[in-house]
């Protein structure tokens, strides 16, 4: 008989539980096969510009990606932690921290994205999402030149639509 289980710290285990014949007694020996951290296997986002201010864009997409079951990873220099996450200064970090990011979203103005387009490119996310306000051309055309996916689209949208 297999057993699936999740714990809080993203680990799955899958037990093995074999009956076991010692001639008078059965005996059910529980086996631990393995234990894999699933981090990766969900979908890891990095939210750049994240900030603890409930008002904030970045905030909503944080709390609306963590409901849906993503795996999230704020990125802010500013800040150690927000809403129990801890914070990463940047990109870089998050992709270490991660393994692999699946999607990096975007809360930073233009002006503020362009002494960070090397360290996004070095983090080799599977796609970016710019959101409204921080479409930057000379990122887009760096994400281009090594084939990372991006778009201009707002992750509450994308979310509240289920095309996230």
């Not at 393995?34 to 909503?60: E, I, Q």
């Not at 932690?81 to 914070?87: C, D, H, K, N, T």
């Not at 699946?102 to 090397?118: F, Q």
Request: proline letters at 5%; a neutral charge; charged letters at 20%.
């Amino acid at each position: 008989m297999k057993e699936l289980g999740f714990d809080s710290l993203n680990y799955l285990a899958v037990r093995i539980i074999m009956p076991m014949d010692i001639g008078w007694k059965m005996l059910r020996l529980t086996i631990v096969e393995f234990a894999m951290n699933t981090r990766d296997a969900k979908r890891t986002v990095a939210v750049l510009g994240a900030s603890p201010k409930s008002d904030r864009y970045s905030h909503k997409a944080m709390t609306r990606l963590s409901e849906a079951g993503y795996s999230v990873i704020p990125v802010n220099p500013a800040y150690t932690e927000i809403e129990g996450l801890a914070v990463v200064g940047t990109v870089l970090q998050a992709a270490q921290v991660a393994g692999s990011l699946h999607t990096l979203t975007l809360y930073l103005a233009p002006s503020r994205l362009e002494s960070v387009i090397d360290d996004i490119v070095a983090a080799r996310p599977q796609r970016v999402i710019f959101n409204p306000g921080t479409e930057l051309l000379s990122l887009q055309r760096a994400l281009d030149r090594v084939n990372i996916p991006w778009l201009e689209a707002c992750t509450l949208v994308l979310l509240s639509t289920g095309q996230f």
